[in-house]
């Protein structure tokens, strides 16, 4: 079955690196995703990584599948006061003719100046 | 601007009333979703559109209704018949694939 699961809560200093977790059941997955989501507002794609891949990096996101554990990983370097949000894991199963996204629960970031 | 648009943001209706939620985007994408996010939770398929006039039950369709007449909308409505109807909705879309989804800046729904 689709289960997708992540930490509730991380806390970090300005400037550290954060890491946030995510584990999934369903070896079908052909996308791995992370998103942001602020207060009241929608969801926003951060960066999603091939099933096929080990590593993704953009800018100040890296991105590490360890496919053989169906663990996920999203670091993101010199975390600001800015990165303070809900971050979802999502996993895209394939799906009638296309993908469908099963979310985690979300891990809230809070960053300490 | 390409993006997709929800309205309204806020929505109060009393309990036993149908209500209907706004979606529409102009980035030409096929494919439209509906999520439902509930406090502390991940997102919840409702129903999904590949095409025009077709559409998918997902996983927490019962007391819901969509529609899908014109590419750019995907309004969703919540039936008296939805148990629980309070909560944050968001609707999505994507090209076919599903590669990518796009995200409105969601609806949030209080029934009194």
């Known amino acids: 079955g689709e289960d997708v699961e992540q930490s509730l809560f991380l806390s970090v200093r300005e400037g550290d690196s954060s890491v946030i977790n995510c584990t999934y059941t369903?070896?079908?997955?052909?996308?791995l995703y992370w998103y942001k989501q602020e207060p009241g507002a929608g969801l926003q794609l951060l960066t999603y990584?091939?099933?096929?891949?080990d590593m993704k990096q953009d800018q100040r996101l890296t991105v590490l599948l360890n496919k053989k554990d169906k663990h996920l990983s999203l670091r993101i370097a010199d975390t600001q006061t800015g990165d303070s949000a809900i971050y979802f894991c999502a996993e895209s199963i394939p799906r009638n003719a296309g993908n469908m996204l099963t979310f985690g629960g979300g891990t809230r970031l809070m960053v300490k100046p | 601007d390409g993006g997709i648009t929800q309205s309204p943001k806020y929505l109060f209706r009393k309990e036993g009333q149908n209500v209907t939620l706004s979606c529409e985007q102009n980035l030409n994408h096929d494919a439209m979703y509906w999520y439902r996010q509930d406090p502390g939770q991940g997102l919840r398929l409702i129903y999904y559109s590949q095409i025009v006039n077709d559409f998918q039950k997902g996983d927490i369709a019962e007391g819901y209704s969509v529609s899908r007449e014109k590419k750019e909308s995907f309004p969703l409505t919540v039936t008296s018949a939805q148990k629980n109807p309070t909560a944050f909705y968001l609707c999505a879309s994507s090209d076919p694939t599903g590669t990518e989804q796009f995200f409105g800046p969601g609806t949030r729904l209080t029934v009194l």
């Open positions: 990584i091939f099933s096929n891949m």
């Open positions: 369903d070896s079908s997955s052909t996308y």
